[in-house]
C-alpha cells in the first residue's frame, strides 16, 4: 500500500464463498474504486469507514484506491 489505496491479496483458506470486509481510515465522504470486489465504488461515511464484499472462490486481488 502507498498510503492513499490499499493493494491486497486473498486466499479462500479452508472455505470459499461471499465473505464481507470491514474497512477504516479511509477518507471521510470519499468515493474509492473498488477493483475485485463485488461492488465498483464505495463511499466512505464520515467516520471513513466502509465495506466491501468479495467472492473468494480463488485467490483474489482486490485494490481499494480513492477515485478522483
Avoid: C, F, K, M
Amino acid at each position: 500500500s502507498d498510503g492513499r489505496a490499499l493493494d491486497l491479496q486473498l486466499s479462500p483458506g479452508q472455505g470459499g464463498g461471499r465473505h464481507r470486509l470491514e474497512l477504516s481510515q479511509l477518507r471521510p465522504n470519499q468515493t474509492y474504486q473498488a477493483r475485485g470486489a463485488v461492488e465498483a465504488n464505495i463511499i466512505a461515511d464520515a467516520q471513513g469507514r466502509a465495506s466491501i464484499h468479495v467472492q473468494l472462490d480463488r485467490t483474489l486481488n482486490v485494490l481499494i484506491a480513492p477515485r478522483s
